[in-house]
């Protein structure tokens, strides 16, 4: 495993990605709080633009909980089938629905836990939407965080838990609101499983990844 990389090097990396992005968004489309949720839980296991194509008529119709329960389990599944274990999703987004209408009276918790407790809401769905709606500094973190903190030694660990915590110990405080924005989209479009461009690279001189590409 990469060494961890030191405070400046940490600062620099994200000046860079700051300077390159200042306000970087992340890709599933939404309108509230709630279809956040939504997308993100349906996002497990699928690609951004495949959610994103599936629920754009589907929240035009059911943009809360309320008129989600009222849309019906088979109805959602007519929008969403096009994304893998779409059946499952569905009960649990009708779940999550009728909870949020009978335990928060429609809203979506601001809290880590009351989202966890949520059906298909897992950590990283939870952190997503805590970023992005709350304005949390949490930090979610997916296959494209976890191969590229690994590779670059900008956040390595073993596990998901322990690569979190090494952004939340390491990056600078000022960064950490859209930190784990800069690296999805660094792993998504550059930092690539396979064949990563390191020559579009905005650190390739602090990375540590022995086997850059030309």
């Not at 059906?119 to 997916?142: C, E, I, S, Y």
């Not at 609101?177 to 990563?196: D, E, N, Q, S, T």
Request: proline fraction near 4%.
């Amino acid at each position: 495993m990469v060494k961890q990389l030191d405070y400046n090097m940490m600062k620099e990396v994200f000046a860079r990605f700051a300077a390159a992005e200042p306000e970087p968004k992340g890709e599933l489309e939404h309108v509230n709080a709630y279809t956040l949720v939504v997308a993100v839980a349906l996002s497990a296991q699928a690609t951004d633009a495949g959610v994103n194509k599936a629920t754009r008529a589907l929240f035009q119709i059911a943009d809360t909980p309320q008129k989600m329960l009222d849309l019906g389990e088979e109805a959602l599944i007519e929008h969403i089938k096009t994304i893998g274990l779409f059946r499952q999703k569905a009960k649990n987004v009708m779940k999550t629905a009728k909870i949020l209408v009978e335990v928060y009276g429609g809203e979506v918790p601001s809290s880590r836990a009351a989202l966890q407790s949520l059906p298909g809401v897992g950590r990283k769905t939870a952190n997503v939407v805590l970023n992005m709606w709350f304005h949390q500094p949490t930090q979610a973190v997916d296959t494209h965080i976890f191969r590229i903190g690994n590779r670059t030694g900008i956040c390595p660990g073993k596990d998901v838990d322990v690569v979190e915590r090494a952004i939340e110990d390491n990056v600078p405080a000022q960064y950490q609101h859209h930190a784990h924005h800069w690296l999805i989209l660094h792993g998504r479009y550059i930092c690539v499983a396979r064949k990563p461009k390191c020559g579009a690279c905005h650190i390739r001189d602090i990375c540590q990844f022995e086997e850059k590409t030309a």
